[in-house]
Structures are given as C-alpha cells and as structure tokens.
C-alpha cells in the first residue's frame, strides 16, 4: 500500500489534525481532505470511498472520523489493517475523543503516525513498541533541564548573599550613625546609582527605592525628582555572566560541555563530549542505544539494543547511489531493511540501494535505511561488567570496592562516569581511585570519571569508606560513556553511483552509548 496521508475529521468535516507521509504540495493535500466531506453519505456502511485519483478509508469514532488516504492501487485489506492500528492508537492518547481533546494530544499522535507509517509505508509495529518509541526518555533533555535547575538554585543563592551584604552593610552603618537607602548607600549618596547582582542585568535604584530614612536629629531631606526610568534596564539575547560561570565550574568539575544554549529551547544543551564531523554530500550515520541492568548480585536483568543506519543526501547528483556495507554483525541481532529499500539487494551482496533504481533518495533529509535490535538473556554481551561490593565495617559504615571491566576488547568508550548514591549527609571518604572522583553534596552522589577504556586500559577501581550507611544505599550505580566504536560490527565501506558505479565521496558518523544503564 502507498498511504498518502492520515486525518482526524469531526462528524461535520472539520479536519483537526492531518499528517501527511509523501511528498506533495499544500493545495493539492489541502484539496484532497476538503473533498473527502462531500464524499461519504450518511445511513450508509461502506468503510471506504474513492474519488477520480484516491481512496478514502475511514472509521467512525463517537464524534470522529479517522481517515486514511491511499492510491486506488493499494490493498484494501492493508488499508483497514493499518486503519484499525490507527483507531488503537487515538484512545492511547484521548480520552474523550472530542475536538478539544485531539488537539491537546495533537503532537503525540503525529508522533505516533510517524511510527505507524514511513515514506508512505506501513512499519510492522505493534501498539505496544508505538508507546513505548513515542515515550523514550530523550538524555538531552534530562541535562538541559538539570542545566536549568542548577542555573536557578545558583541565581537564588547569589540574592540570598547579595541580600545578607545589604542587611551586614546596614547594621554597620546604623552602628555608625549613618542612615542607608535600600541600595546599600549612604542617605548623602546619589541614587542614580543601579544595583548589580551579575547575569540579571542592572536595575535603576531611583525607579524602585524608597526615600531614604532620616536618622536621629536629622532633618527629611527634600523630595528629589525621580530621573527617567532607564530603558536598557534589561537586555535581552545578550551573553549572560551566570551561564559562563556556571560552564567554568562544570568544566572545573571534570563536566565537558561542548555546546550551552539556556535561550533556545531547539538547541538543548549536549554535555556529551562530540568531535566536529566533517561531511560530505553523502553523510552516514551510525547510531547505537543500548539499555542495560544487571543486578546488585550479578546476573543479566535487561540489555536491549537498538540501532539504525540513516543516509543524509546534500547534492542531487548523488541521489541515485548504492551504499556498500561490511556486515559483520552477531546473527542474533535482527536486521531490517526501509520497505523502499532492495532487501535482496542487501542479503545478497551487503549493498543499501533503493528498490527502484530510478528514483533518487531524498535530498537533504535524514533518512533511515537499515535499523536493528539485539535483547538477549546472554551475559557475554555486556560490553562492560561492574562490580560493586559495599561491606559493613565495625564502625557502624560501610566499606565500598568498585571496579570497571571492558569485555568487548575492540571498544573505545570515551568520558566513562559512574554514579553511586550515598545516604544523606554522609561524605565518602576515598581511599583509593583511578582516575577521578567528585562528591556531589547537593545530590548526595560520588561521581567517579574515566576519560577513556580501552584495550590498553580495559580495567580500574576505587574504594571508599562512607559512615553511617547501610549496603543497600549505594545502589543503583548509574554508567554513562560514549563510544566512536559501534556495539553492532557493521561498517560503512564505500558508496557508488547507481547508473556507472564511479565511487561517490562520503563520511560516516559512528556513535554508541547508554540510553540507561544502571547496576540495580
């Protein structure tokens, strides 16, 4: 089936979302979802009409229509499959399936249509992998909004102080007899004079203080005419003095923080370390997430993989490509293909190409070509074991031994951290690490940092002493690394032209790292 487009109709033809899965222009979509109203019939069962060029195929629900666009060609049987996968998918979201209701939830539904469909074809997806691809935790948010919530604990710390050197500022003052304005000068000083507090701008002090008070003895000085407001009080989209502060002790701290942008919410600020990429017109990216978590005793609990492989095109000249891959992958991990790309093509010879020959790949889009998934109950797929053993000692505390191991000997990983929690309050006391630590007394965690493990450096531990704590509160023990080395042994080896073969100039981006992985 090719499907054009997915709508939600009321009953009286209103559309209130439309997502629309080929290339087409907005009068001819536009056009085609206002004829579908004047198309069906009420009183009547059909499940399906056709125009002169489409095929509408809608179910009702309550209030609603769920409407699926396709060519006459398609199967009309694919059609109302994919069609009931859809109509699952609306409930998921809301639940009054009303007007107001889809437009509240309209961004998770088209988040879940992309999942359902692709280029126009049906993804062999359930409703179950729909939520759960629609509900992944993004880790660049979850640091943008750590980065935002440190920023505004280190604002309101910087009032507090500034606060507390007003108050000491006056109490001096009053000692000496001298009467202060509220921004911390003396009654004989000119307000014009604005208070500083760094990143927040400048603040005029005749626009919001008081008259100053009158000591004892003194006379009320006569009211002074309040200068004009000044109108730069505020400056916005300039660089701020409390982001650079903050970066500099994230950097101090052993953080490598590559790109921070606190006045866009489209660029979310990445902590992960990441080299410049140099691209070609035809850019490749291999991209591996795996979730991991292994019990405090041992054994494997969870380990999923996830991969993909997307092709980005930047010349239409080299629309019309063939991509040859090196496939050295586990043959426990489970490969697929896009539906508009050449399977056999790919089983055969190992070659990424579409399945027409004549169509080029889109220009200037990511598109995903080859995805894969490994779960798996097999130990020896740990790329990289830890071991955590806390003891208590006479003391009444604890005893820790923690120690890394890298299993997958042609791995690279790059800015290993390992997060264990502490009780509250309680300051470890190291005795013994490779590499470095940080103890993280606002989180009550010891953050333990390893710029790189590899075959040449595959192991390392640490040992610490904590008082006052129980075994049980070093755990979950949280990893995070990034590697240039794949999980998955698959390799870009060059890329051809389609009608000649004449080699094509590329680069090929390689990322690998935890979405979650944690020692529970």
């Excluded at 629900?61 to 499959?81: A, F, Q």
């Excluded at 280029?119 to 750590?146: C, P, W």
């Excluded at 866009?264 to 291999?286: F, I």
């Excluded at 993909?308 to 050295?328: F, M, P, R, S, W």
Aim: with cysteine; aromatic share 8%.
């Amino acid at each position: 089936m090719v499907l054009i487009a997915a709508a939600v109709f009321t009953k009286a033809g209103k559309v209130i979302i439309s997502r629309q899965f080929i290339e087409m222009t907005k009068a001819r979509i536009e056009g085609l979802l206002a004829a579908f109203p004047k198309l069906i019939t009420s009183g009547k069962q059909h499940t399906f009409v056709e125009s002169d060029s489409v095929r509408y195929v809608y179910q009702p629900m309550e209030k609603l229509y769920m409407v699926l666009i396709t060519t006459k060609t398609s199967n009309i049987l694919e059609d109302l499959e994919t069609l009931r996968l859809f109509s699952k998918v609306i409930p998921e979201y809301c639940r009054n399936l009303d007007e107001k209701d889809i437009s509240e939830n309209a961004f998770n539904l088209i988040f879940a249509f992309d999942e359902i469909v692709a280029l126009g074809y049906r993804e062999s997806v359930n409703l179950g992998q729909i939520k759960t691809f629609v509900e992944m935790d993004s880790h660049e948010e979850k640091v943008y909004l750590a980065v935002r919530q440190t920023q505004e604990r280190e604002a309101k710390q910087k009032m507090r102080e500034k606060a507390k050197e007003l108050q000491r500022q006056r109490l001096e003052a009053s000692k000496r007899g001298v009467s202060l304005g509220r921004g911390g000068s003396s009654s004989s000083s000119s307000f014009g004079g604005g208070i500083s507090s760094g990143g927040f701008g400048s603040i005029s002090s005749s626009s919001s203080l008081s008259q100053p008070s009158v000591g004892i003895g003194e006379t009320a000085p006569s009211p002074v005419k309040k200068p004009a407001p000044t109108r730069n009080a505020l400056k916005l989209g300039g660089k701020s003095k409390d982001v650079d502060s903050f970066v500099d002790q994230l950097k101090s701290e052993g953080e490598n923080v590559t790109n921070l942008a606190p006045t866009s919410h489209s660029a979310a600020p990445v902590a992960r370390a990441k080299a410049n990429v140099h691209t070609e017109d035809v850019h490749l990216r291999v991209e591996d997430k795996m979730n991991l978590r292994i019990g405090r005793e041992g054994g494997l609990q969870l380990f999923e993989l996830f991969g993909l492989l997307t092709l980005k095109v930047a010349d239409e000249k080299y629309g019309k490509i063939k991509v040859q891959l090196e496939n050295n992958v586990n043959k426990s991990i489970q490969l697929q293909t896009h539906p508009n790309v050449d399977k056999e093509l790919f089983r055969s010879a190992n070659q990424i190409g579409l399945k027409n020959s004549t169509k080029p790949f889109p220009i200037n889009t990511d598109v995903g070509v080859l995805k894969w998934r490994y779960q798996t109950q097999d130990e020896t797929a740990i790329p990289l074991t830890i071991n955590c053993w806390p003891s208590q000692n006479p003391e009444g505390g604890c005893d820790v031994n923690i120690e890394y191991e890298l299993e997958h000997q042609q791995l690279q990983l790059q800015d290993l951290s390992l997060s264990i929690p502490l009780p509250t309050g309680c300051q470890p006391t190291v005795v013994d690490c490779e590499g470095d630590y940080h103890y993280d007394k606002g989180k009550n965690r010891l953050q333990w940092n390893i710029s790189i493990v590899d075959a040449s450096n595959p192991a390392g531990s640490m040992e610490f002493s904590c008082p006052s704590s129980i075994p049980g509160d070093f755990f979950p023990v949280e990893v995070t690394f990034v590697s240039k080395v794949p999980y998955a042994d698959l390799k870009v080896l060059h890329v051809t032209k389609v009608d000649d073969d004449s080699a094509v100039p590329f680069s090929v981006e390689t990322i690998f790292y935890p979405e979650k992985y944690e020692i529970a």
